[in-house]
């Protein structure tokens, strides 16, 4: 399957602990793109990046959000000292460069913080 | 500031019914609009696309879906439905001449086709 892939696909951890997940995008796409999705809602945008730079992160919820793109290729989105609002879907999403390419999107995590 | 209303939550019809799923947008200047349609348990899955040109575009599945810029809407249609149809749709906006790239998504209409 050559579609947009993220690690894990669920994880449920305490309050307080940190959370790494990660997302592989579709090979040949250098813009990747983080959401989050909460319940009866839709996708919420946090930061992308363009090969290794990420171009924009102010919409991160905080500084305990934070997200790499090392080699331009996988892309990790950390979350340090979880709390319960952060129980979400986490979506990632890779496209061509442009604004007009559309984005394709993996299967997301749900953290589950309790 | 960018911003795209779905305002029904739900929308039930029959099978072999016309659909039609609504959305209207915010943006300054010229929009980029997509639709996507989310599964249980799945990601959101690209089904269509206006950037520019004619206003029907045709997308994945049989859906189409028609630009008006004067009423600043993009409903979602399908000339008749199926029940694999079944699932939750979501309307996205970019603003075509701003330099940020991220989609601003309405709040999803749940789509039920009854057999």
């Given at each position: 399957?050559?579609?947009?892939?993220?690690?894990?696909?669920?994880?449920?951890?305490?309050?307080?602990?940190?959370?790494?997940?990660?997302?592989?995008?579709?090979?040949?796409?250098?813009?990747?793109?983080?959401?989050?999705?909460?319940?009866?809602?839709?996708?919420?945008?946090?930061?992308?990046?363009?090969?290794?730079?990420?171009?924009?992160?102010?919409?991160?919820?905080?500084?305990?959000?934070?997200?790499?793109?090392?080699?331009?290729?996988?892309?990790?989105?950390?979350?340090?000292?979880?709390?319960?609002?952060?129980?979400?879907?986490?979506?990632?999403?890779?496209?061509?460069?442009?604004?007009?390419?559309?984005?394709?999107?993996?299967?997301?995590?749900?953290?589950?913080?309790? | 500031?960018?911003?795209?209303?779905?305002?029904?939550?739900?929308?039930?019809?029959?099978?072999?019914?016309?659909?039609?799923?609504?959305?209207?947008?915010?943006?300054?200047?010229?929009?980029?609009?997509?639709?996507?349609?989310?599964?249980?348990?799945?990601?959101?899955?690209?089904?269509?696309?206006?950037?520019?040109?004619?206003?029907?575009?045709?997308?994945?599945?049989?859906?189409?879906?028609?630009?008006?810029?004067?009423?600043?809407?993009?409903?979602?249609?399908?000339?008749?439905?199926?029940?694999?149809?079944?699932?939750?749709?979501?309307?996205?906006?970019?603003?075509?001449?701003?330099?940020?790239?991220?989609?601003?998504?309405?709040?999803?209409?749940?789509l039920t086709v009854i057999p």
């Amino acid at each position: 399957d050559t579609g947009v892939s993220q690690d894990p696909r669920h994880k449920i951890t305490k309050r307080g602990q940190n959370v790494t997940f990660r997302c592989d995008p579709i090979s040949e796409h250098n813009r990747l793109y983080w959401y989050r999705q909460t319940l009866g809602q839709g996708p919420e945008f946090l930061t992308y990046f363009q090969n290794e730079a990420q171009l924009e992160k102010s919409r991160l919820l905080s500084d305990r959000f934070s997200a790499e793109r090392p080699k331009g290729s996988f892309s990790t989105l950390e979350i340090q000292r979880t709390e319960q609002g952060d129980s979400a879907m986490y979506l990632c999403a890779s496209s061509l460069t442009g604004a007009s390419y559309e984005q394709y999107f993996g299967p997301g995590t749900r953290l589950t913080v309790t | 500031a960018q911003s795209v209303a779905q305002p029904e939550d739900q929308v039930n019809v029959a099978e072999g019914n016309p659909l039609t799923v609504k959305c209207t947008y915010s943006v300054s200047g010229n929009p980029y609009l997509f639709w996507y349609v989310q599964y249980p348990n799945r990601g959101l899955q690209f089904l269509l696309k206006y950037i520019t040109g004619d206003n029907l575009v045709k997308g994945s599945y049989g859906f189409e879906a028609e630009f008006n810029k004067s009423q600043t809407s993009f409903h979602l249609k399908k000339p008749s439905a199926l029940v694999s149809d079944s699932a939750l749709y979501f309307c996205a906006v970019r603003a075509a001449q701003t330099g940020a790239n991220n989609l601003f998504f309405g709040t999803g209409t749940r789509l039920t086709v009854i057999p």
